[in-house]
């Protein structure tokens, strides 16, 4: 999280768990589970300390009883923090939070991009909605995105890697973010004429 801060990153997504992941081997996913409490009760108190924000978007409800209550207690614990915003998406499902959204927004009188995104939070079990993602890094070689915030990607500057996500650690993220500032982001606009 240090070499995030020292890029200047203020939110920090972190696609841990798709609800797709449910059906890899018992045991893995089993594992998973224990990784992710034992972060929560371990490691995420360190992070609170420095300054650190720390929340899961996704489905709660499928989570073990533990991991959930271990989520909650972080939340709690780290909420007025304001250095950097890390989010875990933790049986998370990005068509199923927009499916889940639109079907809200069918039932309200205002449909715009902003109310749409309000209820796009409350479908991730999100507190805030999360502001839109500049840069998505994906790990491992593969060249797709898994069901990950679709919404909030829709202006984001892609960047794959070989690199296995236990690996990626500050010289990855240095030169993902030396890549990131070469880019041109013109949101669909034609840049300005020099002169």
């Known amino acids: 999280m240090g070499a995030a801060l020292d890029h200047g990153i203020r939110v920090l997504t972190l696609f841990t768990?798709?609800?797709?992941?449910?059906?890899?081997?018992?045991?893995e996913v089993s594992e998973l589970m224990r990784t992710f409490e034992g972060f929560f009760r371990a490691d995420a108190p360190a992070l609170a300390a420095q300054g650190v924000r720390v929340t899961v978007t996704g489905r709660r409800d499928r989570l073990p009883d533990s991991l959930h209550a271990a989520i909650?207690?972080?939340?709690?614990?780290?909420?007025?923090?304001a250095e950097m915003h890390v989010r875990l998406a933790i049986d998370y499902s990005?068509?199923?939070?927009i499916l889940n959204a639109a079907r809200r927004l069918q039932q309200t009188d205002d449909d715009s991009a902003e109310s749409f995104t309000i209820l796009l939070a409350e479908a991730e079990h999100a507190?805030?909605?999360?502001?839109?993602?500049?840069?998505?890094?994906?790990?491992?070689?593969?060249?797709?995105?898994?069901?990950?915030?679709?919404?909030?990607i829709a202006y984001a500057e892609l960047y794959f890697t070989p690199c296995l996500w236990p690996d990626f650690g500050p010289a990855e993220l240095d030169a993902a973010m030396?890549?990131?500032?070469?880019?041109?982001?013109?949101?669909?606009?034609?840049?300005?004429?020099?002169?």
Request: overall charge negative.
């Open 127 to 152: 507190e805030d909605p999360a502001p839109d993602v500049d840069l998505l890094i994906r790990t491992g070689g593969e060249q797709r995105l898994s069901n990950c915030p679709l919404w909030e």
């Open 94 to 97: 990005g068509r199923d939070a």
């Open 72 to 81: 909650v207690k972080m939340e709690d614990a780290s909420a007025a923090q």
């Open 178 to 195: 030396q890549e990131f500032h070469t880019r041109h982001r013109r949101f669909g606009r034609i840049p300005a004429a020099v002169s």
């Open 17 to 27: 768990f798709s609800t797709d992941n449910w059906g890899r081997p018992e045991s």
